[in-house]
């Protein structure tokens, strides 16, 4: 069901273990897998399968190798001569001087010529973030101020605001992709708008906070619950991507399935969480990245030095969240309420946001137009029976797919096929559907088309509306009954008070008027 691949960088790079991310060559992809013809051939034939290709691009420096651009012509040509601005202090590496035109035009020309010459789709720009700060990964007295005296490095936004412009210029219906780790505004802006103009940018925070949430312990999960529900705060402030990047599942972190607390049901559970998690990542809004080997659950790290874990798909588990992978890039692609308004806050609706208890939550994504989606996530290993789902009108629901079916790997716990929303005497919820949601699932379901909800919905409203008003009336009826009678009572002869007090009880047919008029 993927739509693209993203190919980690493909020029030539010195040292295998920079996965590219170390380039020497900005116009020659790397002589490890072949000729420049065969990336042609790998290409078409992606494209001939209706797959688009992105590939990963660094503008931001490159690896200090004699033969490579380091003091090209015996000066610092293409890099900064100032380590205070040439030296990238984590990578140990160059870093370009775009003040130069001369080296502005390298890089523009370099991504020209894979757009044009290889016909590659889009290109993902690494460390954005490193580039836009002069101070990024440097203490004080380590750095040098724009003529501003700022932090901001205006020769780098320049640059990329010149790339992004050229692209899609020359390139109609290129992407690009901002891997932007930081919050700098409108990176997924227009140029016109004072944005960068990239197409999309990586949304980094949500990755983190997602992972962490999904690695605790599940009965701690409740004390965290704004990790899986910030991130609809900001989710339209730009044009995101949802990552789950190669960066994750290196260096000591971990493979995704390792990164799973297992709570009490060990790999299993783990498995289980990475599915509710994928269900979690597919349904939101923004666009999706999933690094090789996570589709089958990659248990070992990553290792550039050797091939995925294949042989995991012998193992059910492995072989069912493959298959729900792969159900979840289909119905992405098939359900127009899961693409359609990916970037348009109309397209999204929390259902159940707030129960942080049951560690629980629930969202309707819409469409333009078609039927609306349902997705429930239970993110503990515990049965919530009864659950109840508020929905803004009366309408019926049916399953597309539960993560805990047997056939991606999980213990096909019964849930009902079909949810029906219905009006209930609750003031809160005035309409709701009921389940019983079974542990660590995902679960899907397909609604009415949004124009019949949405007229569902008017009508509700107006019935309650309706309900408060004729409510409201009988109440003020009341009272102005019972003030006719107050006033009534008080028109009589007036008291003697001069008698003395009554001494004892009323009768009880006077009490018992007593409390009836009160």
Wanted: glycine share 8%; hydrophobic share 45%.
């Amino acid at each position: 069901g993927f739509t693209h691949v993203e190919l980690m960088p493909i020029t030539e790079h010195p040292f295998y273990g920079s996965w590219g991310y170390q380039a020497s060559a900005y116009f020659a992809p790397t002589r490890r897998y072949g000729r420049p013809q065969d990336l042609m051939a790998l290409i078409d034939a992606l494209h001939q399968a209706g797959i688009g290709v992105l590939l990963d691009w660094v503008p931001a420096h490159f690896p200090g190798d004699a033969h490579g651009l380091a003091r090209f012509d015996g000066t610092s040509l293409y890099e900064h001569a100032d380590p205070r601005r040439g030296l990238h202090p984590d990578w140990n590496t160059l870093i370009f001087n775009l003040s130069r035109h001369e080296v502005r035009s390298f890089l523009l020309s370099s991504a020209m010529m894979w757009l044009q010459a290889y016909h590659i789709d889009g290109l993902r720009v690494d460390a954005v973030a490193s580039m836009l700060y002069l101070d990024y990964s440097r203490k004080e007295g380590q750095w040098v101020p724009n003529h501003h005296g700022g932090r901001e490095n205006l020769e780098a936004i320049h640059f990329l605001r010149e790339l992004n412009r050229a692209v899609h210029r020359e390139v109609p219906g290129a992407i690009t992709i901002a891997e932007e780790s930081t919050a700098w505004p409108l990176v997924s802006h227009p140029v016109e708008a004072g944005g960068l103009g990239f197409d999309f940018k990586w949304d980094m925070g949500w990755m983190h906070d997602t992972l962490r949430y999904c690695g605790r312990d599940p009965l701690f999960r409740c004390q965290h619950h704004r990790d899986i529900t910030f991130r609809m705060m900001y989710a339209y402030s730009e044009r995101f991507v949802l990552p789950l990047s190669h960066d994750e599942v290196v260096h000591g972190k971990g493979s995704l399935p390792i990164k799973m607390a297992p709570g009490t049901g060990g790999g299993a559970q783990r498995l289980a969480t990475l599915r509710l998690l994928y269900a979690y990542m597919f349904g939101l809004p923004g666009k999706k990245l999933l690094f090789m080997g996570g589709e089958f659950g990659q248990v070992r790290e990553w290792n550039h030095d050797r091939a995925l874990d294949w042989d995991l798909l012998e193992e059910p588990g492995h072989a069912g969240l493959m298959a729900w992978t792969a159900r979840l890039g289909h119905l992405l692609r098939d359900e127009p309420a899961l693409h359609q308004l990916d970037h348009d806050p109309t397209g999204f609706r929390w259902a159940v946001v707030d129960d942080e208890l049951r560690s629980t939550i629930a969202f309707v994504r819409r469409p333009v137009a078609g039927p609306l989606l349902l997705v429930v996530l239970n993110f503990t290993p515990m049965t919530w029976v009864d659950y109840k789902i508020p929905l803004g009108a009366e309408s019926a629901w049916t399953l597309v797919m539960s993560s805990d079916d047997p056939q991606f790997g999980g213990a096909g716990r019964a849930v009902p096929e079909r949810l029906v929303a219905s009006r209930i005497a609750d003031a809160d919820i005035p309409c709701a559907a009921a389940l019983d949601l079974p542990p660590l699932t995902a679960l899907v379901y397909r609604g009415p088309d949004v124009a019949e909800f949405d007229a569902a919905a008017a009508n509700l409203r107006e019935a309650i509306a309706a309900e408060a008003a004729a409510a409201a009336e009988a109440a003020a009826r009341a009272e102005a009954e019972a003030a006719a009678r107050t006033q009534a009572a008080g028109s009589g002869a007036p008291e003697d008070m001069s008698r003395e007090p009554a001494i004892g009880l009323p009768d009880a047919d006077d009490l018992d008027l007593r409390i009836s008029e009160l």
